[in-house]
């Protein structure tokens, strides 16, 4: 495992770095490359930082290469596996509900690390006069003018690759290939839904309409109202510019004579008759599910399997963030405190006591407020790990702390000291390998701990920045849309679904790896 693991890392620093080099953008990979381009246009207040930012992508691409490297060489030079990991190891298989909870987990991280294969609203490939492009994958930002689409309005704008394939529907030599869901997972709005409509054989209660396009719903042609399949109220007919030239009346399927009013350009009968008499059900974001939207949309007119997806992806890159970031904190100071004692135990108990008494929403509403909006569209995700993160590292550092305390009156302790080891080689080569125990029962509880927290965020206004989707704001947008229950029913699903998974792992690790059941003595 560490060296398909490693391997895989090499693999990805390598790649995200060749793909920089051409100009390509591959999924998940990218990323560190991707933060540093955005980062480009902000003027931070340090020389350091601007560096920093800026070679993010090769600092990332370096990191995985080392682990991997680390990973690899480790697998080599560490000997047989241990006996006692391999039972618990063996344990925690037996125990179905958390084993297949992780292989659950594992499946739903490499479905979200796919990124724009699965959800985007860039098309993954186009062919055009016989030369095929890779929209999804370059950082070139393509224009309707590549295509052909040379409107002066139009021919400088990034492409709807979603149009752009009904305009290539017809011709042989012109392809569009998009992803699985083409729509982006957040701010890719649509204005309204159209849904083909009988009221004459359904008994019908309600609005229909004719449309000009039916790409283009949100602007009508002619409205009429009915009761029981029948026209009965006002009808209204707006031109192709939006603008209002028809108003009548109907009363149990027939028109009122004398309540017709037209003030448009052209004669009445050729204004009725300028589209299909086809009538459809148009509604406005949030809307009901239909064919192209399975769970409907959100209020913004969002795509909410797109959106639930971004969720995942935001939750994933979160736990892969902060976890690292804060065990190696919380292990670090725990064991420093535990192996010193004395006033350094002290003085780090007391710096404890005073951050664990901070507010932490206050800190959260009086930082978000402080940063400009131009910073938190970068570095808003950024900024709410290290809030969290914050506070996070301090319920650790107690357990590591006690294990400390008890493992350094040991044999093994002293015999190492005598032979010269240095306090860093005591306490990540000695102490920290006999707490692991610790370690691997709390990570899953963390993960449910900080998805829960991003969550209460999102939900109360003060998480993300509106380019990423989150599943507390789709929570509070389903509570503010009662009429639209999938909203709330898809993203609880979602989130009791991700923490249900997460906590059977964790009970199966905590049995698997409990330390009065898997000894060398039995």
């Not at 039916?214 to 510019?241: C, I, K, M, V």
């Not at 107690?398 to 008890?406: F, G, I």
Request: glycine share 8%.
């Amino acid at each position: 495992m560490k060296i398909l693991i490693g391997a895989f890392l090499i693999l990805a620093s390598v790649g995200s770095y060749f793909a920089e080099k051409w100009g390509m953008m591959f999924p998940t990979i990218s990323w560190g490359y991707n933060f540093a381009r955005s980062a480009k246009n902000l003027d931070l207040p340090f020389d350091f930082l601007e560096v920093l930012a800026s070679n993010m992508g090769h600092l990332s691409a370096i990191a995985a290469c080392l682990v991997g490297s680390w990973l690899i060489l480790s697998k080599f030079v560490s000997g047989p596996p241990n006996p006692v990991t391999l039972r618990k190891i063996q344990r925690f298989k037996s125990i179905k509900r958390g084993y297949y909870s992780f292989l659950i987990l594992l499946f739903l991280a490499g479905v979200a690390a796919l990124d724009q294969l699965i959800v985007g609203k860039e098309a993954l490939a186009v062919k055009y006069q016989g030369k095929w492009t890779f929209p999804a994958f370059t950082q070139k930002l393509e224009k309707n003018s590549d295509f052909g689409i040379n409107d002066p309005s139009k021919k400088d704008l990034e492409p709807n690759y979603r149009e752009l394939k009904k305009l290539f529907a017809d011709q042989a030599d012109a392809r569009v290939i998009l992803p699985l869901r083409p729509f982006d997972s957040a701010q890719d709005t649509i204005s309204a839904l159209a849904k083909e409509l009988d009221p004459s054989s359904s008994q019908y209660s309600g609005l229909g309409t004719r449309l000009y396009d039916l790409d283009r719903p949100e602007n009508p042609h002619l409205r009429f109202t009915y009761r029981n399949g029948l026209r009965h109220g006002d009808a209204q007919g707006w031109s192709q510019s939006d603008d209002r030239v028809y108003k009548a009346r109907y009363e149990n399927g027939q028109l009122v004579e004398g309540s017709e009013e037209w003030e448009g350009e052209g004669s009445l009968e050729e204004f009725l008759s300028a589209s299909p008499e086809q009538e459809y059900n148009v509604s406005y974001p949030p809307s009901d599910p239909q064919w192209a939207y399975p769970l409907g949309t959100t209020s913004r007119g969002e795509d909410v399997v797109a959106y639930l997806y971004g969720g995942l992806q935001v939750n994933f890159q979160a736990a892969l963030i902060f976890i690292p970031v804060v065990y190696l904190v919380g292990i670090t100071v725990g064991l420093l405190m535990g192996y010193f004692g004395g006033w350094f135990d002290l003085v780090v108990q007391r710096i404890i006591e005073i951050l664990s008494n901070i507010p932490f929403l206050f800190v959260v509403m009086i930082i978000r407020s402080a940063v400009p909006a131009q910073y938190l569209n970068v570095i808003g995700f950024y900024l709410i790990l290290g809030i969290l993160g914050l506070f996070g590292w301090m319920g650790m550092t107690y357990l590591m702390r006690t294990s400390a305390l008890k493992e350094k009156a040991r044999d093994y302790i002293a015999a190492s000291r005598v032979m010269g080891a240095g306090v860093p080689r005591i306490v990540f080569r000695h102490l920290m390998p006999n707490s692991v125990a610790i370690l691997v029962t709390l990570v899953p509880f963390s993960i449910s701990g900080l998805v829960l927290s991003m969550t209460a965020l999102d939900y109360l206004g003060f998480g993300l920045p509106d380019q990423y989707a989150s599943w507390g704001k789709l929570l509070k947008d389903g509570l503010s849309s009662l009429s639209s229950p999938l909203l709330v029913s898809s993203s609880f699903v979602c989130l009791v679904g991700m923490l249900v998974l997460v906590t059977f792992v964790g009970e199966a690790i905590r049995e698997a790896f409990d330390p009065k059941k898997y000894t060398y003595y039995r």
